[in-house]
């Protein structure tokens, strides 16, 4: 199914600037990771950042792209991209944010906060 994940570091994913996952880290993370190419640009000139795409299993492809101090990762997702994605998370101390509110680590859901 169609969807979009969001790593972040906050409670909510839209707050990510608040404890930002620096854009810095992400590029160095993203660009050592033999899972992730390059696969496009957002952006003009100095500005611009790499879009990284990610091949799953099926051979579907997502995106991976940093915006405002999280990670937004679009496209179909075949299994549980909890579980794929909840690695990279960790690696920067976030878990992920589903469209639906949920939050999630590589090992599931986690109880609602408030």
């Not at 570091?9 to 608040?18: I, L, P």
């Not at 991976?64 to 920067?92: C, H, M, Q």
Request: proline letters at 5%; aromatic letters at 14%.
């Amino acid at each position: 199914m169609g969807y979009e994940i969001h790593v972040s570091r906050t409670e909510e994913h839209y707050d990510s600037a608040e404890n930002p996952i620096e854009l810095e880290d992400w590029l160095s993370y993203a660009d050592a990771s033999p899972s992730l190419s390059v696969g496009g640009w957002l952006g003009w000139d100095e500005d611009r950042q790499p879009i990284y795409l990610h091949t799953c299993a099926d051979d579907s492809v997502v995106s991976l792209t940093w915006f405002e101090g999280g990670i937004d990762i679009k496209g179909y997702f075949s299994s549980d991209p909890y579980r794929k994605f909840g690695s990279l998370a960790e690696n920067f101390g976030a878990t992920i944010h589903g469209d639906d509110g949920g939050r999630y680590t590589a090992t599931g859901v986690l109880p609602p906060s408030h």
